[in-house]
């Protein structure tokens, strides 16, 4: 697009409302929020590269602290940023500096990448002894990215959002790039949002009906690892909250991203997946006191940031980023909401994944449900009404809050995590915490009005080993991030069964096989919502990396190559149990099991221990455990019944004997669905092939196995 020149633009007062760059009637509205600052300048460039500033509009109007200006004859794809001046008082939370060009908080398109070898984007002399509290006179503009004037019309073509219900959503947690940019991916768009569609084909197969992307608002790399010749793959390192992230566009123009992302969703929601969104508003790409100014720090320090009170100059970090955003003061509150409505009714999103969620209900240094922001996006009629999920931890005191967010909020489910890998690995004591964990955890989510399904249970995620290595390597192996392996979580509750890393020794390549299979049938045979790392359906590595956040390589990358040799099979086996998952309600009913039962009513679940006994729930050598799902019983929606289920787990290592019990249809018999200790193709089959369980009365599942049998 061509833009008018700066010579025909005429400046009027414009409003205050809304913040960021508007387009409107006859041109663009341009509004920024800084309580402390003493003056603003909005400035206009031609060129993405542009050094000097085509156009300086000192914005006169201030309203309610929001600093505005209307230009008329201004049109999308103009490209500008802002100077602000104040005082400059490190010591006293103050940051401005008038020779910095400074980001628009609200840019919904930014364009470039910042170039730290180019320009002194710190605010303060770095040579100085003094550090940050020196003052730099020296510009930012070189390496320096630009903002995006965004107002172009795009057609949805009548897109609406499928609207899956939690107990039927199955979210595969991915990274954009990484998903298609190996170049085994076959795409066209390699590691890019129209890649992404152009896999939608193999995640309907799988039986995918929702993605989690890993953060795709516009970030920054942090200078020590362009040093090192790395970079933040992951991406959380947020700076354009309202902005998709430009490196994951095909299009060369400045806002090719924002349509690209918009074609990524539509697509998505046509195929009847939908686009959560892993977002990061717990701090920002600006790191502690040393850091660069980009944005908020120079726009209003004070006002965006939580600081220290006995120490101003210094900040709050329960992140370990360095800083972290200020939810006490209500010009973040609204710019947070502002920011997740546009995601969700511009970009038409269905939910979001909050990083380090428990510092977002932070009252000053401690955790409170009752929170500023989580009363605000209880009573938004929009953003209440779509999927809210917590990573429920920080790193500050009483970070750990699984259990305890409000009644919106799904949470990523750490306990379940854990006490999957260590039942599985056949740690001792874990049977009671198993029951609790298969059936949706009730002990975290069973008294505050929330369900199973507001637990999303998961085995492994971005962060940390992959399924493969988690049954690979019993140590991580972080070398090449640059930090002599001192980063990353030391306690992974891993084993390697033998041998660290690859081995060619095929009995511990069969009991590796078996337990990712375990892994896998305990997270889909679970009350609440699984989640499942995208590329472990064919047991993608990293090489016992279990921080690879700085690599965008093909240690990352989803080599789709792997599908061609061995691991194919287990890609069979996860893509038929979620398909079994699918066929039978008995497994997504929305509320927590029934056991106990008066009159008529007839029990959900019964549990079973071993030789025909009840469970052994206290002791900590048991292993092996099972219940039997009564497909009769479903109480919603009335009209559908379904059949009996009996699933039986065993993480010890020998073989348990379990009477089968009688299905609730009395001419029904047991027949094998899932055993994992039987061969590639015996060890899952559809229902049309299942084995009748001869003789029948019992079952005997090997050691370090799984099994599911259905009555029919």
Same mark, same amino acid.
């Given at each position: 697009?061509?833009?008018?020149?700066?010579?025909?633009?005429?400046?009027?007062?414009?409003?205050?409302?809304?913040?960021?760059?508007?387009?409107?009637?006859?041109?663009?509205?341009?509004?920024?929020?800084?309580?402390?600052?003493?003056?603003?300048?909005?400035?206009?460039?031609?060129?993405?590269?542009?050094?000097?500033?085509?156009?300086?509009?000192?914005?006169?109007?201030?309203?309610?602290?929001?600093?505005?200006?209307?230009?008329?004859?201004?049109?999308?794809?103009?490209?500008?940023?802002?100077?602000?001046?104040?005082?400059?008082?490190?010591?006293?939370?103050?940051?401005?500096?008038?020779?910095?060009?400074?980001?628009?908080?609200?840019?919904?398109?930014?364009?470039?990448?910042?170039?730290?070898?180019?320009?002194?984007?710190?605010?303060?002399?770095?040579?100085?002894?003094?550090?940050?509290?020196?003052?730099?006179?020296?510009?930012?503009?070189?390496?320096?990215?630009?903002?995006?004037?965004?107002?172009?019309?795009?057609?949805?073509?009548?897109?609406?959002?499928?609207?899956?219900?939690?107990?039927?959503?199955?979210?595969?947690?991915?990274?954009?790039?990484?998903?298609?940019?190996?170049?085994?991916?076959?795409?066209?768009?390699?590691?890019?949002?129209?890649?992404?569609?152009?896999?939608?084909?193999?995640?309907?197969?799988?039986?995918?009906?929702?993605?989690?992307?890993?953060?795709?608002?516009?970030?920054?790399?942090?200078?020590?690892?362009?040093?090192?010749?790395?970079?933040?793959?992951?991406?959380?390192?947020?700076?354009?909250?309202?902005?998709?992230?430009?490196?994951?566009?095909?299009?060369?123009?400045?806002?090719?991203?924002?349509?690209?992302?918009?074609?990524?969703?539509?697509?998505?929601?046509?195929?009847?997946?939908?686009?959560?969104?892993?977002?990061?508003?717990?701090?920002?790409?600006?790191?502690?006191?040393?850091?660069?100014?980009?944005?908020?720090?120079?726009?209003?320090?004070?006002?965006?940031?939580?600081?220290?009170?006995?120490?101003?100059?210094?900040?709050?970090?329960?992140?370990?980023?360095?800083?972290?955003?200020?939810?006490?003061?209500?010009?973040?509150?609204?710019?947070?909401?502002?920011?997740?409505?546009?995601?969700?009714?511009?970009?038409?999103?269905?939910?979001?994944?909050?990083?380090?969620?428990?510092?977002?209900?932070?009252?000053?240094?401690?955790?409170?449900?009752?929170?500023?922001?989580?009363?605000?996006?209880?009573?938004?009629?929009?953003?209440?009404?779509?999927?809210?999920?917590?990573?429920?931890?920080?790193?500050?005191?009483?970070?750990?809050?699984?259990?305890?967010?409000?009644?919106?909020?799904?949470?990523?489910?750490?306990?379940?995590?854990?006490?999957?890998?260590?039942?599985?690995?056949?740690?001792?004591?874990?049977?009671?915490?198993?029951?609790?964990?298969?059936?949706?955890? #009730?002990?975290? /989510? =069973?008294?505050? %009005?929330?369900?199973?399904?507001? $637990? *999303?249970?998961? &085995?492994?995620?971005?962060?940390?080993?992959?399924?493969?290595?988690?049954?690979?390597?019993?140590?991580?192996?972080?070398?090449?991030?640059?930090?002599?392996?001192?980063?990353?979580?030391?306690?992974?509750? #891993?084993?390697? /069964? =033998?041998?660290? %890393?690859?081995?060619?020794?095929? $009995? *511990?390549?069969? &009991?590796?096989?078996?337990?990712?299979?375990?892994?896998?049938?305990?997270?889909?045979?679970?009350?609440?919502?699984?989640?499942?790392?995208?590329?472990?359906?064919?047991?993608?590595?990293?090489?016992?990396?279990?921080?690879? /956040?700085?690599?965008?390589?093909?240690?990352?990358?989803?080599?789709?190559?792997?599908?061609?040799?061995?691991?194919?099979?287990?890609?069979?086996?996860?893509?038929?149990?979620?398909?079994?998952?699918?066929?039978?309600?008995?497994?997504?009913?929305?509320?927590?099991?029934?056991?106990?039962?008066?009159?008529?009513?007839?029990?959900?679940?019964?549990?079973?221990?071993?030789?025909?006994?009840?469970?052994?729930?206290?002791?900590?050598?048991?292993?092996?455990?099972?219940?039997?799902?009564?497909?009769?019983?479903?109480?919603?929606?009335?009209?559908?019944?379904?059949?009996?289920?009996?699933?039986?787990?065993?993480?010890?290592?020998?073989?348990?004997?379990?009477?089968?019990?009688?299905?609730?249809?009395?001419?029904?018999?047991?027949?094998?669905?899932?055993?994992?200790?039987?061969?590639?193709?015996?060890?899952?089959?559809?229902?049309?092939?299942?084995?009748?369980?001869?003789?029948?009365?019992?079952?005997?599942?090997?050691?370090?196995?799984?099994?599911?049998?259905?009555?029919?």
């Amino acid at each position: 697009m061509i833009r008018p020149s700066t010579d025909t633009f005429r400046i009027t007062e414009g409003s205050y409302y809304p913040q960021g760059a508007r387009v409107m009637s006859g041109g663009v509205n341009f509004a920024l929020f800084s309580k402390n600052a003493t003056s603003v300048e909005l400035c206009l460039f031609d060129q993405v590269d542009s050094t000097e500033p085509s156009m300086v509009i000192p914005m006169k109007a201030k309203d309610r602290f929001v600093w505005h200006c209307f230009v008329n004859g201004c049109s999308p794809s103009q490209l500008y940023l802002y100077r602000v001046d104040g005082p400059w008082d490190p010591k006293n939370g103050q940051r401005f500096n008038k020779n910095i060009y400074l980001l628009d908080p609200y840019a919904t398109a930014i364009s470039g990448k910042y170039d730290w070898s180019l320009g002194n984007h710190h605010a303060y002399d770095r040579g100085s002894p003094e550090k940050d509290l020196s003052f730099s006179t020296l510009s930012n503009i070189k390496g320096c990215p630009k903002c995006v004037v965004n107002g172009s019309a795009f057609d949805w073509k009548g897109d609406h959002p499928p609207s899956i219900p939690m107990n039927r959503t199955v979210i595969y947690e991915m990274h954009v790039g990484g998903f298609t940019k190996h170049p085994s991916s076959g795409v066209d768009h390699p590691g890019t949002y129209l890649g992404a569609v152009e896999k939608i084909n193999y995640l309907l197969d799988l039986g995918i009906n929702a993605v989690e992307l890993l953060p795709v608002h516009e970030g920054i790399t942090d200078e020590f690892l362009t040093g090192r010749g790395l970079t933040n793959y992951w991406g959380y390192n947020t700076i354009g909250f309202f902005a998709p992230d430009s490196r994951f566009r095909v299009g060369s123009g400045p806002a090719d991203q924002v349509m690209e992302f918009k074609t990524m969703v539509r697509e998505f929601h046509k195929a009847g997946i939908e686009v959560i969104l892993d977002v990061v508003y717990n701090h920002t790409g600006e790191g502690n006191y040393e850091g660069p100014s980009l944005c908020f720090r120079g726009v209003d320090n004070a006002t965006y940031y939580q600081l220290l009170p006995e120490n101003k100059r210094k900040y709050r970090d329960f992140t370990g980023c360095g800083n972290t955003f200020n939810f006490d003061n209500a010009q973040v509150i609204k710019f947070v909401m502002d920011s997740l409505r546009y995601w969700v009714q511009e970009m038409h999103v269905d939910g979001f994944r909050f990083d380090l969620a428990s510092s977002l209900g932070r009252r000053e240094t401690h955790f409170n449900r009752l929170a500023a922001f989580f009363v605000a996006i209880h009573q938004d009629p929009i953003l209440s009404t779509v999927k809210l999920i917590a990573e429920p931890w920080d790193i500050g005191a009483d970070s750990y809050q699984v259990g305890n967010f409000p009644v919106d909020w799904a949470e990523w489910n750490g306990r379940f995590r854990d006490s999957v890998r260590r039942y599985v690995r056949g740690d001792p004591g874990m049977l009671r915490d198993m029951g609790y964990r298969l059936t949706g955890s #009730s002990d975290l /989510y =069973g008294d505050d %009005g929330r369900s199973p399904y507001h $637990s *999303i249970n998961f &085995i492994t995620c971005h962060d940390g080993f992959t399924l493969n290595d988690l049954v690979t390597y019993e140590q991580k192996h972080n070398e090449a991030n640059g930090e002599k392996n001192a980063d990353g979580n030391n306690c992974n509750d #891993s084993a390697n /069964y =033998g041998v660290e %890393g690859p081995t060619e020794v095929q $009995s *511990i390549i069969d &009991i590796r096989r078996r337990q990712v299979k375990n892994f896998m049938v305990t997270l889909i045979v679970s009350r609440g919502v699984p989640m499942i790392m995208g590329g472990d359906e064919f047991l993608r590595t990293q090489c016992g990396n279990n921080n690879a /956040y700085c690599h965008d390589s093909p240690l990352t990358w989803f080599d789709w190559s792997l599908m061609e040799s061995e691991r194919r099979k287990f890609r069979r086996f996860v893509r038929m149990l979620l398909r079994f998952k699918a066929a039978h309600p008995v497994l997504a009913q929305e509320h927590f099991y029934r056991e106990a039962c008066d009159g008529e009513c007839r029990a959900e679940i019964v549990w079973h221990g071993t030789d025909g006994g009840e469970p052994q729930w206290e002791n900590p050598d048991a292993r092996a455990i099972a219940f039997h799902l009564n497909g009769s019983a479903i109480k919603k929606p009335v009209h559908v019944q379904d059949n009996d289920l009996f699933v039986i787990l065993n993480s010890g290592g020998f073989n348990a004997k379990f009477t089968t019990p009688e299905p609730s249809n009395k001419n029904a018999k047991w027949y094998r669905i899932v055993d994992t200790s039987l061969p590639d193709g015996e060890d899952i089959v559809d229902e049309s092939k299942s084995v009748m369980i001869e003789p029948p009365g019992f079952y005997i599942l090997n050691g370090n196995s799984s099994a599911v049998l259905l009555a029919k």
